[in-house]
């Protein structure tokens, strides 16, 4: 699995590179100019030309873009233009916000998700399932900034049990936190359900009831195990959309996150700021992708010795 | 137990759900213990000052601590005396838009004077109430010619770091306020800047200049310590070194914001001993920090709860008056809009009375002229220029008009950035379909709205536009001349009158250019104001002495916060 992992790896380069010629064109190539945007009101044209000169924009967009090479190899993204702070120190932070939440809405997701999941599949039809259904319907139709509202006027305003906004505590995470796993855990809860219901009708199990198993050991050990499959796919696909920052609750609960800061940096167009949550997107995505294939060879041993040939 | 597929016993299902609530609860104290976020970005703390005489005592508490009496007397301005025993406490405020510079000359949005004008002076102080200039850190002034301006300056005034303010200093300041982008619009009538003595300074302008008083009052000319000057830019983009009532004591980029009672001020004792700002963008989450305690100071309320929250006993709504205008701006050389029948059937097509009393339930205030009604000796209240609704009148300058409108809806693009804007624009549309004219309204984001205005793609803009200042304001709407030509406007002697007034150095005859200049516009309908803006502003009853400037920020030096 090593060579593997490693080129895998390798390959990460080259895809970083083809990723910031793309956003360095389209964000070339894109309507608004940040030096106006930025005097608001106070704007002359003097002004907007020596800005444009300070920020290095009158320059060709292939100088523009070596210079933007030759200092991200050294670690340098550039400063934000709207605060001026280096873009790698702001990101960080954010970036750490960002895992603080979705770390946490994710393990609920995951923790509560695949046991419903499987609880279900294999009580199919039950009362349990139906009910369910049902929840697992609202969890994933519910806006999330309308949830998180809600959550906030009962915990926070009501029963003053948990703050409303803001991170400045640790406690200041799990409104957030709560209002963002809803959605995934529905997803996940039908997705369990369904590859378990495919894999419970497998003959191999019968052969496992049948030497006297006990029948969570069935379920868990080896049904569960190859239902996995899809599902790590589909949370492999969660936690990358959970890393890009879910701008929606970082709103409404003034969240420092990835999301609002690479939102806010569109609007603005701030320029270093949004090359540099891309590049970040794109090794969140790529990192998260590899975890999932070599996750694949652990859970499925076909595809582990047929990769080793 | 027999409902699940598996007969699974009672032990095994109990266990299953032990486990599952155990993950849970590991997982749930887990993230609550998480470390705290990475490293807060580097930024040098304030260096305190050298004690003064009689510190005060209050405890410095991080919560709203209960208040020590209030000082007996303010000392009136114009004493130095340090800040007697004040009453202490924090007052928690939040910022809908995120500041993005601690520097005032450079780059600014509004969102940073709320924060930078508590902390830097100006020369010159524009009173809250009508934004006449009056002393600040420059005592007095007087003309010496048409284009010479002399200041004394204030003396023992030292700056948070410990370096004396002089006239060196302001001569400093004011070199960087000429060079810097931000602050160029109110500099680019400046000529030089000598040092005549070092409690004196002397601006010449380039040609007779009366603005150059009020524009030394803006916030965007803050005097900045010098040594903090040396420190270059980036330096100052996330810290401040001001004389002014408070000192930075922390600055998280678009985070949060800690102000700290600054103890050598020059002017009245500061009452409470930290500000500290939070940038909360959703509306709902604002509302429930001030409901549940957590805020104290609270910005643009959602626009349906305002009605509820005043009737709370613990909570108050303030309508605070800026001098900021909403009002359609015309794009002049679209062939209907140029046709002044047009433009005044809009004008008596809509109801503007309903508009201020039920789309935006009396949050804004209604507008005759550009200029708010105190300006100009009161003109911006002037009833005879009020615009009267008249439906059946303006059906009739249409059809005198002789434009057919039939099947060419008008393009709307309105600013979202003003209350009630998509109801506004939703009931104009409406008011301006029963006299027959079509509108069809366009949502762009702010910079594809500067594009298409720009490129004059439209025929009405309600715009927000600040109009504390005629010449500026004239200036960049109207004036072919103006960055942002969107109105398409071209008329050579509109250009001259305003080139004239500003000029003009005597008060009197310079109000008399502009109220001239203004009737115009009114009168050919060059433009239709809708509303001028209030800050509202939700607080809880502990807090008194809030104040609010017309150029639309908080401003806390009389602020105190009762236990």
């Known amino acids: 699995m090593v060579p593997f992992v490693v080129g895998r790896l390798l390959a990460l380069g080259p895809l970083l590179l083809a990723v910031s010629i793309i956003a360095f064109l389209v964000l070339y190539l894109s309507p608004g100019d940040p030096a106006r945007l930025m005097l608001g009101e106070n704007v002359t044209p003097e002004g907007v030309a020596q800005l444009r000169r300070e920020l290095g924009l009158d320059q060709p967009v292939h100088v523009q873009y070596g210079m933007f090479l030759l200092n991200?190899?050294?670690?340098?993204?550039?400063?934000?233009?709207?605060?001026?702070?280096?873009?790698?120190?702001?990101?960080?932070?954010?970036?750490?916000?960002?895992?603080?939440?979705?770390?946490?809405?994710?393990?609920?997701?995951?923790?509560?998700?695949?046991?419903?999941?499987?609880?279900t599949a294999v009580s199919r039809n039950s009362w349990l399932d139906h009910v369910v259904r049902v929840l697992v319907l609202a969890f994933v139709s519910i806006p999330v900034f309308w949830?998180?509202?809600?959550?906030?006027?009962?915990?926070?305003?009501?029963?003053?049990?948990?703050?409303?906004?803001?991170?400045?505590?640790?406690?200041?995470?799990?409104?957030?936190?709560?209002?963002?796993?809803?959605?995934?855990?529905?997803?996940?809860?039908?997705?369990?359900?369904?590859?378990?219901?495919?894999?419970?009708?497998?003959?191999?199990?019968?052969?496992?009831?049948?030497?006297?198993?006990?029948?969570?050991?069935?379920?868990?050990?080896?049904?569960?195990?190859?239902?996995?499959?899809?599902?790590?796919?589909?949370?492999?696909?969660?936690?990358?959309?959970?890393?890009?920052?879910?701008?929606?609750?970082?709103?409404?609960?003034?969240?420092?996150?990835?999301?609002?800061?690479?939102?806010?940096?569109?609007?603005?167009?701030?320029?270093?700021?949004?090359?540099?949550?891309?590049?970040?997107?794109?090794?969140?995505?790529?990192?998260?992708?590899?975890?999932?294939?070599?996750?694949?060879?652990?859970?499925?041993?076909?595809?582990?010795?047929?990769?080793?040939? | 137990m027999q409902f699940l597929g598996y007969r699974a016993t009672r032990r095994e299902f109990l266990r299953i759900f032990a486990v599952i609530g155990g993950a849970i609860g590991t997982v749930g104290s887990a993230g609550a213990c998480a470390p705290a976020s990475a490293p807060p970005p580097t930024q040098a703390p304030v260096p305190t000052q050298a004690p003064a005489a009689a510190k005060p005592t209050a405890a410095p508490a991080v919560t709203q601590a209960p208040a020590a009496a209030k000082p007996t007397t303010a000392p009136a301005p114009a004493t130095q005396a340090p800040a007697k025993a004040a009453s202490g406490g924090t007052v928690r405020l939040t910022l809908t838009w995120s500041p993005q510079r601690a520097d005032p000359h450079n780059h600014q949005t509004s969102a940073d004077y709320v924060i930078l004008a508590n902390i830097y002076d100006r020369l010159v102080d524009l009173d809250p109430k009508n934004l006449s200039p009056r002393p600040g850190l420059a005592t007095s002034w007087k003309a010496a010619n048409d284009t010479t301006w002399e200041f004394k300056l204030r003396t023992g005034v030292k700056f948070s770091d410990g370096t004396p303010f002089d006239a060196a200093a302001a001569k400093k300041n004011v070199e960087r306020q000429m060079e810097s982008a931000s602050t160029k619009p109110f500099t680019n009538k400046f000529e030089s800047v000598e040092a005549k003595d070092a409690e004196t300074i002397v601006i010449k302008t380039k040609t007779p200049y009366a603005q150059v008083l009020y524009n030394l009052g803006v916030p965007q000319m803050g005097v900045i310590s010098p040594a903090a000057i040396d420190k270059g830019k980036e330096w100052l983009s996330t810290n401040a070194v001001g004389s002014g009532p408070f000192v930075l004591k922390e600055w998280v980029a678009k985070e949060r914001f800690v102000l700290e009672r600054n103890p050598n001020y020059w002017g009245p004792a500061v009452k409470i001993e930290r500000a500290l700002f939070r940038v909360v963008p959703d509306e709902n989450a604002r509302l429930a920090g001030l409901k549940s305690g957590e805020l104290d100071v609270?910005?643009?309320?959602?626009?349906?709860?305002?009605?509820?929250?005043?009737?709370?006993?613990?909570?108050?709504?303030?309508?605070?008056?800026?001098?900021?205008?909403?009002?359609?701006?015309?794009?002049?050389?679209?062939?209907?809009?140029?046709?002044?029948?047009?433009?005044?059937?809009?004008?008596?097509?809509?109801?503007?009375?309903?508009?201020?009393?039920?789309?935006?339930?009396?949050?804004?205030?209604?507008?005759?002229?550009?200029?708010?009604?105190?300006?100009?000796?009161?003109?911006?209240?002037?009833?005879?220029?009020?615009?009267?609704?008249?439906?059946?009148?303006?059906?009739?300058?249409l059809a005198e008009s002789g434009v057919n409108l039939s099947g060419k809806p008008l393009k709307m693009i309105p600013d979202m950035t003003v209350v009630a804007a998509r109801d506004t624009a939703q009931a104009v549309q409406e008011d301006l379909r029963k006299v027959g004219i079509g509108v069809e309204i366009v949502l762009l984001e702010q910079a594809k709205i500067n594009e298409t205005l720009a490129a004059h793609q439209y025929q009405i803009a309600p715009s927000s536009w600040q109009t504390a200042d005629p010449d500026s304001a004239l200036n960049k709407i109207f004036s072919e001349r103006s960055p942002w030509p969107w109105a398409n406007h071209h008329n050579a002697e509109f250009e001259r009158n305003v080139d004239k007034a500003a000029t003009i150095i005597g008060d009197a005859e310079r109000r008399a250019a502009y109220k001239e200049i203004f009737r115009y516009l009114l009168q050919d309908a060059i433009y239709l104001p809708l509303y001028h803006k209030n800050a509202i502003v939700g607080m809880s009853k502990k807090v008194e002495g809030l104040r609010w400037s017309p150029l639309d920020f908080a401003l806390l030096s009389e602020v105190s916060v009762a236990g």
């Open chain 1, 72 to 119: 991200a190899t050294r670690g340098d993204l550039g400063r934000s233009y709207s605060t001026a702070q280096p873009v790698t120190v702001e990101l960080a932070r954010r970036f750490v916000g960002t895992l603080r939440l979705s770390g946490l809405a994710f393990g609920l997701a995951v923790l509560i998700g695949i046991p419903i999941g499987v609880l």
């Open chain 2, 298 to 397: 609270i910005g643009d309320p959602p626009v349906p709860t305002v009605k509820a929250l005043e009737s709370d006993a613990n909570l108050r709504v303030l309508k605070l008056p800026v001098a900021r205008t909403y009002f359609f701006m015309y794009q002049m050389g679209d062939p209907i809009i140029s046709n002044l029948k047009v433009r005044q059937a809009i004008a008596a097509a809509i109801n503007r009375k309903a508009l201020v009393e039920l789309v935006s339930e009396n949050l804004n205030r209604m507008a005759n002229t550009l200029l708010p009604p105190e300006a100009l000796d009161g003109e911006g209240a002037n009833p005879q220029l009020a615009i009267e609704y008249n439906p059946d009148r303006a059906k009739a300058l």
């Open chain 1, 147 to 309: 949830l998180g509202i809600l959550l906030m006027y009962l915990f926070a305003v009501s029963l003053r049990w948990l703050p409303s906004s803001g991170d400045a505590t640790p406690v200041h995470v799990i409104l957030p936190a709560v209002a963002l796993s809803t959605f995934y855990l529905g997803v996940l809860v039908r997705m369990v359900r369904a590859a378990m219901l495919e894999v419970l009708q497998e003959d191999y199990l019968r052969t496992a009831y049948a030497k006297g198993l006990m029948a969570r050991t069935v379920v868990i050990r080896h049904a569960l195990k190859n239902a996995m499959i899809p599902v790590v796919t589909i949370i492999g696909l969660q936690i990358g959309s959970l890393m890009t920052g879910s701008v929606l609750t970082e709103t409404v609960f003034a969240w420092p996150g990835v999301g609002k800061y690479m939102i806010d940096a569109v609007f603005t167009r701030d320029y270093p700021v949004i090359r540099a949550c891309i590049l970040l997107f794109a090794v969140s995505f790529a990192g998260v992708n590899i975890v999932v294939d070599a996750l694949y060879s652990y859970l499925n041993p076909q595809i582990r010795f047929a990769t080793h040939r």
